[in-house]
């Protein structure tokens, strides 16, 4: 009896739980243009987030991501991004965003007068706002980019999507950017990350 019981469990599959193995955490890539192998850690922010903006996931460069929903599905998002100066000149930002809503670029010469003075972290700033309607897409778009330079990084605060509801959530953007504030260092040179949120 005791070897038929003891040849039952040769047959049986036994099943265990082994924990997975995390990968290691990867260092993002050095932006485009810049040669440095070694990138520092994110900055750190601190900010108050307005009403109805939601948290989001934060992209490789990303310290800061929400999502703004709107009526009838309509949405936008905001993203923080700091990149090593000089990430660009304003030129070829704006540029590029208005690319990004179907509009033509501009020359130099009529830059300055897009510029429109707004306050991140009691610094002035540039805001720089464009709308229109991309090839493919569905309705218009707009998107409200800030950019100040400090301490050697180039800042982007971006609110962009649906036209209709960027622009209403322009105030709370703006709002936004002058609640945020760049932590003080502390005597080692090292930022207090203490994000306010």
């Given at each position: ?140 778009s707009r998107i409200l980019a800030a950019i100040i330079r400090r301490d050697g990084v180039a800042w982007f605060f971006k609110l962009a999507g649906d036209d209709g509801l960027v622009a209403e959530q322009r105030s709370a953007f703006i709002e936004f950017l002058r609640s945020v504030r760049f932590p ?14």
């Amino acid at each position: 009896m005791a070897a038929v019981l003891g040849g039952c469990d040769r047959g049986q599959v036994q099943e265990y739980r082994v924990p997975r193995e995390e990968p290691p955490m990867q260092q993002p890539a050095a932006p485009s243009g810049h040669s440095d192998a070694s990138v520092a850690p994110a900055p750190a922010l601190e900010y108050q987030r307005p009403p109805g903006w939601q948290e989001a996931p934060l992209g490789q460069m990303r310290v800061a991501s929400f999502e703004v929903s709107g009526k009838d599905g309509k949405g936008a998002e905001v993203s923080v991004v700091p990149l090593p100066d000089p990430a660009g000149t304003d030129l070829n930002n704006v540029n590029r965003w208005r690319s990004q809503v179907g509009l033509p670029p501009v020359p130099e010469a009529e830059l300055a007068g897009l510029a429109q003075p707004v306050e991140i972290a009691g610094q002035p700033a540039k805001l720089y706002e464009q709308a229109g309607t991309s090839a493919g897409a569905t309705g218009p778009s707009r998107i409200l980019a800030a950019i100040i330079r400090r301490d050697g990084v180039a800042w982007f605060f971006k609110l962009a999507g649906d036209d209709g509801l960027v622009a209403e959530q322009r105030s709370a953007f703006i709002e936004f950017l002058r609640s945020v504030r760049f932590p003080a260092e502390d005597p080692a040179g090292q930022p207090q990350p203490s994000p306010v949120r």
